[in-house]
T-cell receptor, first 113, second 110 residues
Framework: DAGVIQSPRHEVTEMGQEVTLRCKPI?????LFWYRQTMMRGLELLIY????????DSGMPEDRFSAKMPNASFSTLKIQPSEPRDSAVYFC???????????FGPGTRLTVT | QKEVEQDPGPLSVPEGAIVSLNCTYS??????FMWYRQYSRKGPELLMY????GNKEDGRFTAQVDKSSKYISLFIRDSQPSDSATYLC??????????FGAGTRLTVKP
């Protein structure tokens, strides 16, 4: 298996622009997680899905952030409009039925200028 | 007070040394405990996963959980330069809201 795939790997955008991050989980995994990692706040859970259904989005910082999972093999995290404080590395992770052992993708490094 | 406390280091040791990494936590509901290794500009990689108190060994790595003290540890024996990375502890209760420590940056010098 190729593991969790994320795209793009790097994104540089200007403040106010829409940003869309993409994730393909490991085939057969039922859970998908979106995290954000910064030096100041470490690794934070934003939202997670079970069988394509959002279960807990309490970590989503603001209404500017939204996430979707239209099918078992694809998820997006969208930021609209983006702000400089959104600059971070965004990770997607997936896990099997238990949701315990999570496998992370390589991350998307987002810079908002 | 953060739910999970982890000394960010940095920690520098000579090759072959025994490394001890630790985390404390405040939420007694946490039941599952994990250690992740993260190389620079990479995603975290699951190293160890344990559910109960006690020790779990996997090669050169030993994870230790003391629920009564709310304290977990990761020991690395015969440390190698390739072990140089940031190590994050993580824990969760019965749902899937994982809480991570800040990570400890480890350097093993040849």
């Amino acid at each position: 298996d190729a593991g969790v795939i994320q795209s793009p790997r790097h994104e540089v955008t200007e403040m106010g622009q829409e940003v869309t991050l993409r994730c393909k989980p490991i085939s057969g995994h039922d859970y998908l997680f979106w995290y954000r990692q910064t030096m100041m706040r470490g690794l934070e859970l934003l939202i997670y899905f079970n069988n394509n259904v959002p279960i807990d989005d309490s970590g989503m910082p603001e209404d500017r952030f939204s996430a979707k999972m239209p099918n078992a093999s694809f998820s997006t995290l969208k930021i609209q409009p983006s702000e400089p404080r959104d600059s971070a590395v965004y990770f997607c992770a997936s896990s099997s039925t238990t949701g315990d052992e999570q496998y992370f993708g390589p991350g998307t490094r987002l810079t908002v200028t | 007070q953060k739910e999970v406390e982890q000394d960010p280091g940095p920690l520098s040791v000579p090759e072959g040394a025994i490394v001890s990494l630790n985390c404390t936590y405040s939420n007694s509901a946490f039941q599952y405990f994990m250690w992740y290794r993260q190389y620079s500009r990479k995603g975290p990689e699951l190293l160890m996963y344990t559910y109960s108190s006690g020790n779990k060994e996997d090669g050169r790595f030993t994870a230790q959980v003391d629920k009564s003290s709310k304290y977990i540890s990761l020991f690395i024996r015969d440390s190698q330069p390739s072990d140089s990375a940031t190590y994050l502890c993580a824990m969760k209760d019965w749902d899937n809201d994982m809480r991570f420590g800040a990570g400890t940056r480890l350097t093993v010098k040849p």
